[in-house]
């Protein structure tokens, strides 16, 4: 394993019958740093969130986290080795309270179902104290310790993301990946949310995020993944990758989400980049 990383990927690809999603990418993670994947749309970013977490199976390739190989493992299995994830779309419980949605983020993501955590079986009992703990810290972590009584449903926009990213940190993760994190957020939201980020990473936290908005990926991240058609085309810092022809090229020709790279530095300042709620 090469020195400083957390995460190791070498000739990674998966086919979804004729179609390459993922195509032999080779990339390593910085650990205690922050790495962006961008990529046009189709280009790959989820599909290879997938794989690493293990809810998809690679027709090729290794996945190796902290020296231990991955690849075969099962999602909980790599969620208990210390890799969790967001999704997409918040996959929250609004009705329920803020203390509720980070209890049900531990049970599901270590031992028990999503319906052993709603029903309340037995086994969920045994674990609940253990829970209670666990989702308390990562409250705690994201800034909602103070209103982990109120229904997550009452919360604003950037309140729920911090209860879907709550619910990943609940299961005490060394690698943290964040899908679309900033997706519908405003700009004061996304600087909010950056700087929270920020915070985990300088407690100690792995990142690794797939995001459109520019001004925060510029803003914020150490190293950029590049993928298209499946491919790694580059790796490097903002700077050196927002120079790249290859992926000025991708941009550019592919047309993805707002279209160019931003500039280093352009934290929040995104104009069009989801400016609503
Ligand atoms: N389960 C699946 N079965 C078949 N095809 C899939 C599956 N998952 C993804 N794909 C395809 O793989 C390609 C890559 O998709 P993926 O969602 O990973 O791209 P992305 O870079 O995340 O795109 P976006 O930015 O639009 O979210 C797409 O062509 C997509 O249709």
């Known amino acids: 394993m090469p020195e400083g990383s957390i995460l190791d990927v070498e000739g990674l690809g998966i086919r979804f019958g004729g179609l390459h999603a993922v195509r032999d990418v080779t990339t390593r993670l910085p650990a205690g740093r922050i790495t962006a994947i961008i990529g046009p749309n189709g280009a790959g970013k989820s599909t290879f969130f997938n794989l690493i977490s293990g809810f998809y199976q690679p027709t090729s390739g290794r996945i190796r986290f902290q020296g231990e ?51 309340r079986t037995g086994r969920e009992r045994r674990d609940e104290a253990e829970s209670r703990d666990g989702a308390m810290r990562a409250l705690e972590r994201v800034g909602l310790a103070g209103q982990a009584g ?90 050196a990758v927002s120079r790249d022809p290859a992926v000025i090229e991708a941009y550019l020709g592919g047309h993805a989400h707002g279209g160019q790279m931003g500039q280093p530095g352009a934290a929040g300042a995104g104009a069009g980049e989801g400016a609503h709620a």
């Open 150 to 239: 109120r229904p997550a449903g009452a919360l604003t926009q950037e309140g729920q993301k911090r209860v879907g990213i709550a619910m990943a940190l609940s299961s005490d993760p060394r690698l943290l990946l964040l899908d679309e994190p900033a997706a519908g957020m405003n700009p004061e939201e996304t600087v909010n949310l950056m700087g929270l980020i920020r915070e985990l990473v300088s407690e100690g936290l792995t990142v690794a995020l797939v995001e459109h908005k520019m001004s925060l990926v510029m803003g914020l991240a150490d190293e950029i993944v590049v993928l298209h058609h499946g491919q790694k085309i580059a790796q490097g810092t903002p700077g």
């Open 69 to 119: 190989d991955i690849t075969r493992l099962k999602a909980h299995q790599v969620v208990g080795r210390g890799v969790a994830r967001t999704f997409q779309t918040t996959t929250i419980y609004k009705e329920l309270s803020v203390l509720d949605n980070a209890m049900i983020g531990h049970r599901v993501r270590t031992r028990a179902g999503l319906w052993d955590a709603l029903l």
